[in-house]
């Protein structure tokens, strides 16, 4: 394996999209980042220069970090914040991920614009589960605010109506927002192809709060991998992705040569059964290299599911199995020693720490509604420092209802604020059942995102989950890895994993209006007693909370 190495400067450049010119801070001067590539197994040691004029933290998404949670990024959770002026160098582990990736920043919304892809190869004397591609092209998805001043402006705006604007002023391909939104057009990203080729296009889903469809007008998708993990080729017209999620796509440039849009559109919206492009699309061009007349404009890709088009987004999430092949095996686990049956929801009204009842939105897992801890929890966990959390996540909900009916009464059930963790033995085998409800008819998708993992996604249905009849349709053959999975609008989800990475791992909807709400937990891998099954030593210079400046690490 390689060793790399880079530097990362953040610092605040001024971009202008729909008109609007601001001040944001990004890497390296550009939006996106830029792109980490590295072979499998490879290690990379990113120096994070913050000259910006807030503290944050970067997480290398997907990756697993084997032993090594300090490198990990998110904040409260494994570390504190890179303060203005000072830099962290984060070593990042490589070890079986293989595909794309991405990294993007872990402290309150500040991944808006600070976030890039990783491009996983495969080592030199292995190649792709498919004929090697003639060339490789980089998307990514994101979200553009007009909002000037700081990502306190981004939080507003897009939490603004209780969340129930589109998130985001609009979204962007590699930066752009498109041809078809305000002084955008001369700016739409092209994607220069030759006829007859076959390109890998790497995907990432770096939006806020949504899932995407994306389609290439009259251009067959063939899906390979997802979230760094191959699966079986799923040969489609359009996809859905979730928010963090990644893929692979193979892309043969076998039509008239000419130019064909690629686009994408908001799943999750609350502007239903609206047909009209709009702030919830975005559109980049697929152009051929050969010569053509541009007789008319490019073509739409009217495949294009629409808004909430549920059945099209479950037709294709349904189709997705991992390889199981001898060289890329599927393991799931099957001795299952804890089961976590875990409901999702939004919930208004809550219990705060101090026992008083309070009114606001919240978000929850099992009615807690997760509140970062002063100190992070890994450092708290490593010393042995007690007071900033507790171990008693629960395996349940505190009560079992018709998780999706419309008439259970939200107010009747305040979630609590907290700071519970999960502990888990090293090498047990974990299923987690996540369950979504319809508490405040605010139903939708939560894409499910694990820290230091994948795990496999053994089933997942509409309605109340059935612990005696749905088990029964687990798929424990070729289901998929990934490390995002979307728990379905009043449906529910099954995942498996073994805990074989010691460390303090965050769990979280990855729609940041969702986490910032409250969303998420964190499971804590034990040790499992030797050297090599422990958590390795923290790096000089960890970055630690204000309150616990004094607490040393060595
Ligand atoms: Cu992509 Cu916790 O993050
Ligand atoms: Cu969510």
Not at 19 to 39: A, D, E, H, W
Not at 163 to 192: A, E, K, M, R, V
Request: with cysteine.
């Amino acid at each position: 394996c390689h060793v790399h190495y880079h530097d990362f400067v953040l610092k605040k450049e001024n971009f202008t999209r729909l008109c609007y010119t601001k001040s944001m801070l990004v890497v390296n001067g550009s939006f996106p980042g830029p792109v980490i590539r590295v072979q499998k197994g490879d290690t990379v040691f990113v120096n994070v220069h913050n000259q910006g004029d807030y503290g944050l933290t970067i997480h290398w998404h997907g990756v697993h970090q084997p032993r090594n949670p300090w490198s990990d990024g998110p904040e409260y959770i494994t570390q504190c914040a890179i303060k203005p002026g000072s830099n962290f160098t984060y070593e990042v582990i490589f070890s079986d991920e293989e595909g794309t990736l991405w990294w993007h920043a872990h402290s309150e919304w500040t991944r808006a614009t600070v976030h890039g892809a990783i491009v996983i190869m495969p080592l030199n004397n292995t190649s792709f589960p498919f004929p090697e591609p003639d060339g490789q092209e980089i998307i990514v998805l994101s979200s553009w605010y007009n909002s000037t001043e700081d990502v306190s402006d981004i939080v507003a705006e897009a939490l603004q109506d209780g969340g129930d604007t589109p998130d985001s002023d609009c979204y962007t391909i590699n930066g752009q927002p498109g041809d078809f939104l305000p002084c955008s057009n001369d700016s739409t990203y092209h994607w220069q192809v030759e006829y007859g080729k076959t390109y890998l296009l790497r995907l990432v889903n770096a939006v806020m709060n949504s899932e995407l469809f994306f389609a290439i007008a009259e251009h067959s998708l063939t899906v390979v991998g997802i979230d760094a993990s191959y699966v079986k080729p799923i040969v489609t017209d359009y996809i859905m992705i979730s928010a963090g999620q990644t893929m692979d796509i193979l892309i043969t440039a076998n039509q008239s040569p000419g130019a064909y849009y690629m686009a994408t559109r908001q799943y999750n919206t609350v502007r239903k059964n609206i047909d009209d492009y709009d702030n919830s699309n975005v559109t980049a061009i697929l152009q051929y290299k050969e010569k053509y007349t541009p007789l008319m404009d490019p073509v739409f890709p009217s495949i294009l599911p629409t808004y909430f088009d549920i059945v099209s987004g479950r037709k294709f999430t349904r189709r997705i199995k991992s390889l199981a092949s001898i060289e890329h095996p599927t393991n799931v686990p099957k001795n299952i020693s804890t089961r976590m049956f875990i409901t999702a929801a939004s919930n208004y009204g809550f219990i705060n720490r101090s026992g008083e009842y309070e009114t606001g939105v919240t978000t929850s897992l099992n009615n807690l509604s997760w509140v970062n801890p002063e100190t992070d929890v890994l450092l708290s966990y490593y010393r042995n420092i007690t007071g900033f959390y507790t171990p008693d996540f629960p395996d349940y909900p505190p009560f079992i209802f018709d998780f999706v009916s419309e008439d259970f009464a939200p107010d009747t059930v305040p979630t609590i604020k907290g700071t519970k963790v999960k502990v888990l033995e090293y090498d047990e085998e974990v299923e987690i059942v996540f369950q979504g409800t319809d508490l405040m008819r605010a139903s939708e998708d939560h894409p499910m995102h694990m820290h230091g993992y994948s795990f496999y996604v053994v089933g997942s249905g509409t309605g109340n989950f059935d612990n005696e009849t749905d088990p029964k349709g687990y798929n424990l053959f070729d289901p998929p890895k990934m490390n995002t999975v979307s728990l379905p609008k009043v449906g529910w989800v099954a995942i498996r994993f073994k805990a074989s990475n010691p460390g303090v791992w965050f769990w979280h909807c990855h729609f940041d209006r969702h986490l910032t709400w409250g969303m998420s937990f964190v499971i804590i891998v034990k040790d499992g007693g030797t050297p090599e099954t422990s958590i390795r030593k923290p790096p000089p210079n960890m970055p630690q909370c204000t309150s616990s400046s004094t607490i040393k690490l060595q």
